[in-house]
């Protein structure tokens, strides 16, 4: 069962468990070395060796896309449909704007937005089948304008093949792990080098994104998924069902809870065990809700949300609205009882990609913004450059750079 705990011992529970990079990097070392040297040649081999493939290449040509799309029932097509939909309209909203203003006279200033040449979204093919990370990474290429936008799976199901098919995706590629990391970010003669790649994976792929982090843009280092909830009161049945949704993705998983109710908590424990004597994936969720899980009792509002911030979830579910002005730190943010996490896992719109282990201190969720280039423009008349002369043959001077003090000069005394 569940453990129910005083906010005075939630140190071993907010202090996730160290992935052991180290023992990752040095499987994956030799296989990122292998692809760039090697290539295609490296590539099949490792897909043959990890991924039992059984072709003569890894990619997966139009008519196969074509055909998995025609299997696909018409209420996944509906699925697809409504939650793209929306998706796309939420990344629309993020994308940064072309725009520059006058902040002296003579001096204009401002940002032009390009997207990136090729970018590259991983998709997992595990435990569970998830067309939905291909929306959710490829979508937002789109609105930002990204001209080759490839996708990778090693053992992707119809549902997968079909949502590119849908989506316009013709450049997919049967290779996963360590390999695939290393052909998009080395780029071989099957598969097109990328910008950036994003998209979660396991230690291995996670290993290998961090070790290839200065030769290919990378999202984030993802590590287990995790949910945060803060409720005074609610439905427990709800509240349950949300945790154990977390819950089944992963052994390693954690969902949390943090409560000044103590009947809350006890009934919240309760459904919990109730639910999983139905639950289908029961046998991964229970491990997740013993190890990694718990409820917390907390004093106060201020003190979950002070925890909350502290712990930096990749999801947070805040009940109670009033209290989204105190969160500093999170991956996405749940308003109300009746937004549930698994609505934006799917078809809300933001991204189900985010931050884990404690990344939400430092940044969100994917976005568009991911697929992008915010570069600056600056225009200077002579009249600015003269008022703006004084400060920068000064700075310049007193940095030792005698050429760029001159570079203004020779403008304005020639």
């Keep these: 069962m569940i453990r129910i705990i005083e906010s005075n011992d939630v140190g071993k529970i907010l202090a996730r468990k160290a992935a052991r990079f180290a023992d990752a990097e040095a499987v994956v070392r030799p296989i990122l070395e292998a692809v760039r040297k090697r290539g295609d040649k490296a590539l099949l081999e490792y897909a043959r060796k990890f991924d039992k493939f059984d072709r003569k290449t890894v990619v997966v040509g139009p008519g196969e896309l074509r055909a998995a799309e025609e299997s696909l029932s018409s209420a996944f097509?509906?699925?697809i449909q409504t939650a793209s939909k929306n998706i796309r309209a939420f990344a629309k909203l993020q994308m940064p704007?072309?725009?520059?203003?006058?902040?002296a006279p003579g001096l204009r200033v401002g940002?032009?937005?390009?997207p990136l040449d090729t970018v590259a979204a991983y998709i997992p093919s595990g435990r569970y089948p998830l067309p939905s990370t291909l929306m959710m990474t490829v979508i937002p290429a789109q609105v930002a304008g990204v001209k080759t936008i490839c996708a990778a799976s090693p053992r992707p199901v119809n549902e997968v093949l079909g949502t590119a098919s849908l989506l316009n995706v013709s450049e997919f590629f049967l290779m996963g792990g360590a390999q695939a990391i290393a052909a998009f970010a080395f780029g071989t003669k099957t598969v097109p080098r990328a910008d950036r790649i994003v998209g979660p994976g396991n230690i291995y792929v996670a290993a290998a994104k961090k070790l290839l982090a200065g030769e290919v843009g990378i999202d984030f280092v993802?590590?287990?998924t995790e949910i945060l909830i803060i409720a005074e009161d609610g439905n427990a049945s709800w509240i349950a069902a949300d945790m154990l949704a977390q819950a089944e993705h992963d052994v390693e998983a954690s969902a949390i809870l943090l409560t000044r109710s103590k009947r809350l908590a006890q009934a919240v424990a309760k459904q919990i065990e109730i639910q999983l004597g139905t639950l289908?994936?029961?046998?991964?969720?229970?491990?997740?809700?013993?190890?990694?899980?718990?409820i917390i009792l907390v004093k106060s509002s201020q003190e979950a949300v002070d925890l909350s911030n502290r712990f930096a979830p990749e999801h947070l579910s805040i009940h109670d609205p009033k209290l989204?002005?105190?969160?500093?730190?999170?991956?996405?943010?749940?308003?109300?009882?009746?937004?549930?996490?698994?609505a934006g896992d799917y078809a809300s719109g933001p991204n189900h990609v985010l931050p884990t282990t404690g990344a939400a201190r430092v940044r969100g969720g994917l976005s568009v913004a991911d697929y992008v280039k915010v570069i600056s423009t600056q225009e200077i008349s002579e009249g600015a450059l003269r008022t703006l002369a004084p400060a920068v043959t000064t700075l310049a001077r007193a940095e030792g750079l005698e050429a760029h003090a001159r570079s203004v000069e020779v403008r304005l005394n020639g």
């Design 222 to 224: 993802a590590g287990p």
């Design 111 to 114: 940002q032009i937005v390009r």
């Design 77 to 79: 097509r509906a699925a």
């Design 280 to 294: 289908s994936t029961a046998a991964v969720a229970r491990k997740a809700i013993d190890r990694n899980s718990a």
């Design 324 to 342: 989204l002005p105190l969160v500093q730190h999170a991956g996405s943010v749940f308003l109300g009882p009746t937004s549930p996490e698994a």
């Design 97 to 103: 704007e072309n725009k520059s203003k006058v902040i």
